[in-house]
């Protein structure tokens, strides 16, 4: 390919990325009448990017530093499919400087801004020595080059505790940890280091003083090649967990009018240092008076929607026009607020289990209908696999509303009328966080899904006499359905019989307990369910895609159910149910696992062994380290006992299942 101009007119775009992110670039570069091509690790043969994209090419295996992070890969799969230009969506190598220099060289528009800007801007410590000379206020901290041990404790101490350590190539709270004292220090280090270079293979630190109660606000920016610079309003990122973002909003509703006006005008301050080109994001920490600069992300942030909502702009169009070489559309006086949006992110994990990443084939994937302020931003659908090599989001919910208050409301909504199925996911979690007093109030900052946890993540609620009788109305209709006999005649109506009753007991579990049995009764006349003393005349009517109707005794509710073998979800108005029908013929009982054996929850590698064989170890105490889905999982005991086998070493690869270490109990296990 024969070198080209930075920014020219291209009609062929090659997305970097996978997931929701790559679907979101190639919709509209579709709508701009660009072809589109994507790249696929061996892992996403048939994922929904490449199923969107006009032509996909693989680039290698499903370790992402061998596919999505090989740079070498990824510019020959533009070769091979006569691509003129490369978006890096977010992640992966949408901040490589290396990246972006190899796409110039190899005549490539990389759409986003040169890799001299992406080197001032996107190292954190060489960003904030930038905005110091700049005048941007920034955090106390240490930027410096050094990175021994001795040096990055001394900084520490002259800072003072509590402070946060973090990589200086990275984002999305990787290579972060929070340090309260010196004794922690060391171990912080290593672990952040070690989660950095894994992440964004650069393990380079940098040292802030930690801010207590610190909101989160950023400000979205775009250039172009013309000297035009604007500042597109802020983001309030404050609920977060694991310096991870949750939730997120637009326009701040911490900021008045005057702050949001100061915040913006030093964003465009730090990016015109630099002649910023592209889009890009501007983050600041506050304590509640003062906002620091905390780094720059020289990349579309994956909150971006939130600002599209209240502009109107696609940011994802502004971009690829930037790239074109074309002027801005609008100037800073055109650009205008319209209302409030928030987005929640969808992840396959477990918040019952410390957020552990869920992997597996998605079962059925139904979300409400994109209309009236509601934007769902896809990258899965029913049959699709959740692999353990790339990062857990699957989608984002966004509400648009003229209203705070009914943009929350509006995402709830969204929320509760989602259900994915076949993996685990925190939709419950995020419906449960937002409609927080503290978060409707305002009242937040990062640490506050920390302190709130276990408000957020309550025990499974109990069925009642809705969620049981619907359970029974659900296999009724699965029954009929699946029935091969004439679904015309009376008998598939609950069992309808010209003279006579009959009944049948319909018996379940929920969290491993007993449910009160429920027994229909059919035959002549109408069919009742009852539990316990209480009996019930039903009705159906069907609505589709597994919701349905259900009237008890002339009160009418709306049910959405899956079944899968024995398994019921369930979704009414008291929540989201899981049921187990127990056989009534027997062979229900389930193999357990002994609790001794330390077992792989995911397939990981083996990162750290954290204590050796026949150690006393405490119930909690760390035993080894696995890394997880880019993210580091810590495997403890669950109760006192003597290590006896460790059965894995650094660097290992394991699978789901596998077991990793033996305990020898020196106290009764807990039951």
């Known amino acids: 390919m024969a070198t080209t101009a930075l920014y020219q007119r291209f009609r062929t775009l090659l997305v970097a990325n996978r997931g929701e992110i790559a679907c ?38 499903a370790r992402a530093r061998d596919s999505y992070l090989n740079i070498a890969n990824v510019i020959d799969a533009a070769r091979r499919s006569d691509a003129e230009a490369i978006h890096p969506g977010y992640g992966f ?4 400087a290396e990246f972006a220099q190899a796409c110039a060289d190899a005549g490539l528009v990389f759409v986003g801004p040169t890799a001299a800007m992406i080197t001032a801007m996107g190292s954190k410590s060489g960003s904030k020595e930038l905005m110091e000379k700049a005048g941007v206020p920034l955090v106390p901290g240490f930027h410096g080059e050094a990175q021994d041990e001795a040096t990055l404790a001394a900084e520490a101490n002259k800072i003072g505790f509590p402070v946060l350590v973090k990589a200086s190539a990275g984002g ?31 393990d380079r630190m940098l040292i802030e003083k930690y801010v207590d109660n610190p909101r989160h606000i950023e400000v979205q920016i775009v250039g172009d090649s013309h000297g035009n610079l604007v500042s597109l309003f802020e983001r309030e990122c404050t609920l977060q967990r694991r310096h991870q973002k949750v939730i997120e909003e637009a326009p701040s509703p911490t900021l008045n009018a005057a702050q949001r006006e100061e915040v913006c005008a030093a964003a465009r301050k730090a990016a015109g240092a ?58 800073q006086d055109q650009i205008k607020l319209n209302g409030h949006a928030v987005e929640a992110r969808v992840y396959a994990e477990n918040p019952h289990k410390n957020f552990m990443p869920s992997v597996g084939r998605i079962k059925t994937w139904r979300t409400p209908e994109e209309s009236n302020g509601l934007r769902i931003d896809a990258g899965y659908r029913a049959g699709d696999h959740v692999s353990p090599n790339y990062d857990a989001m699957l989608a984002k919910v966004i509400a648009w509303a003229p209203t705070r208050e009914a943009a929350i409301a509006r995402l709830n909504r969204g929320l509760e009328d ?52 619907a359970a029974v109305a659900a296999i009724l209709a699965n029954e009929a359905e699946t029935s091969a006999s004439d679904r015309a005649s009376p008998w598939q109506t609950a069992g309808w019989m010209p003279v006579g009753r009959r009944k049948r007991v319909f018996a379940f579990r929920h969290a491993l ?34 919701r349905f109707d259900l009237s008890l005794d002339g009160a009418r509710s709306d049910v959405t159910a899956v079944i899968e073998g024995h398994e019921l979800y369930l979704r009414t108005r008291n929540g989201r149910f899981d049921l187990h029908l127990i056989d009534p013929f027997g062979g229900d009982d389930e193999e357990q696992v002994g609790d001794d054996r330390i077992v792989a929850p995911l397939p990981g590698t083996v990162v750290a062994l954290l204590a050796e064989e026949g150690a006393m ?55």
């Open 93 to 96: 190598l949408s901040e490589s």
């Open 617 to 671: 170890l405490e119930r909690g105490a760390a035993i080894l380290t696995l890394e997880v889905m880019k993210m580091e999982q810590t495997l403890r005991a669950p109760f006192a006992g003597v290590l006896k086998s460790i059965k894995c070493k650094v660097g290992d690869i394991v699978q789901e299942g596998v077991e990793l270490a033996e305990i020898e109990p020196t106290e009764p296990k807990p039951v």
């Open 172 to 202: 999305g709270g990787r290579g972060m940890r929070v340090v309260r004292s010196a004794g922690e220090l060391a171990a912080a280090i290593v672990s952040a280091k070690r989660e950095a270079k894994a992440a964004f293979g650069d």
């Open 418 to 469: 989602t259900d994915i199925r076949g993996i685990v996911t925190n939709i419950p979690f995020l419906s449960a966080l937002v409609t927080h007093p503290g978060v409707i109030a305002n009242e937040i900052d990062t640490g506050f899904i920390e302190r709130e946890l276990q408000a957020l993540t309550p025990a499974a609620a109990a069925p009642g006499d809705l969620e049981l009788c």
């Open 274 to 331: 630099v002649n910023y080109v592209g889009a890009g994001t501007i983050e600041f920490v506050s304590d509640g008076k003062d906002v620091f600069f905390i780094e720059m992300n020289t990349r579309l942030q994956v909150e971006h929607p939130v600002t599209e909502l209240i502009t109107g702009i696609d940011l994802v169009e502004w971009q690829l026009r930037v790239a074109f070489g074309e002027k801005l559309p609008l100037t």
């Open 513 to 546: 307990e007993p449910s009160p049995k429920v027994i229909l009764s059919y035959g002549s006349g109408p069919s009742t369910m009852t539990i316990g003393d209480r009996e019930f005349a039903f009705a159906t009517a069907p609505r589709g895609e597994g």
């Open 24 to 61: 979101r670039v190639i919709r509209t570069a579709r709508a701009m009448g660009l072809r589109t091509v994507a790249v696929y690790s061996e892992a996403d043969r048939d994922a929904l990017h490449v199923a969107m994209a006009d032509e996909a090419v693989l680039i290698g295996p």
